[in-house]
């Protein structure tokens, strides 16, 4: 049984670059959750899909944007990179609250993404 | 949005110590989760518990809804128990706030 998977591991752009990182849910899951790791610090939440559609988004701006596709997997694409989008980023999922089940969220390995 | 609150922020105990880590939330929930994060960024589900009292080999928790807290308690601590601990928790109102996490409580077991 596949668990969370995340691509690239590590990553290095530049400050006003894009990124574009990907997940893949774990088998059986379809909601999918991203969160942003700051060194020394909790993960903050930044959105969840489900059923393709943005359904919960955290205190980010704009410049943080997401997509769920057919198959479940998801990508978060950051645009015009700052120093402080430097963190670990982590992918969850879990199943929908909807259908009743535990909304136990499991979670990737993450990308370290470095902006220089 | 909830806040969480974990303690203590640090711990260093010696090999075969128990310990109880504690989590205070200010709303009620419909999810909480502790996990470990090993030293390569890796969150580790240990429990998923918004209410009640669980158990899995040298861990437990009890998470008492009505008084807004959860405790994790490790017994016979080895030096692989070593890393940070988060609790997280998602407001059972609604909103759009996800899984709220702590800071972390860093544990140091000492061979």
């Known amino acids: 049984d596949a668990g969370v998977t995340q691509s690239p591991t590590h990553l290095i752009k530049t400050r006003g670059q894009q990124v574009t990182l990907r997940c893949s849910p774990k088998?059986?899951?379809?909601?999918v959750s991203w969160y942003q790791q700051a060194l020394g610090q909790g993960p903050q939440f930044i959105f969840q899909y489900y059923e393709e559609e943005e359904r919960q988004r955290g205190n980010f701006p704009d410049r943080f944007s997401g997509h769920q596709f057919p198959n479940y997997s998801s990508e978060l694409n950051v645009n015009a990179l700052l120093l402080g989008d430097s963190a670990l980023y982590l992918c969850?999922?879990?199943?929908?609250?909807?259908?009743?089940?535990?909304?136990?969220?499991?979670f990737g390995p993450g990308t370290r993404l470095l902006v220089l | 949005g909830i806040q969480v609150e974990q303690s203590p922020p640090d711990l260093i105990l010696q090999e075969g110590a128990n310990s109880t880590l504690r989590c205070n939330f200010s709303d009620s929930v419909n999810n909480l989760q502790w996990f470990h994060q090993n030293p390569w960024g890796q969150l580790i589900n240990l429990f998923y518990i918004p209410s009640g009292t669980k158990q899995n080999g040298r861990l437990s928790a009890t998470t008492v809804a009505t008084e807004r807290y959860s405790l994790l308690y490790i017994s016979s601590s080895q030096t692989t128990d070593s890393g940070v601990y988060f609790c997280?928790?998602?407001?059972?109102?609604?909103?759009?706030?996800?899984?709220?996490f702590g800071k972390g409580t860093h544990l140091i077991i000492q061979p």
């Open positions: 088998s059986g899951h379809d909601t």
């Open positions: 997280a928790a998602e407001y059972s109102g609604g909103g759009a706030d996800g899984l709220t």
């Open positions: 969850a999922s879990s199943y929908p609250r909807l259908a009743g089940l535990q909304e136990t969220q499991y």
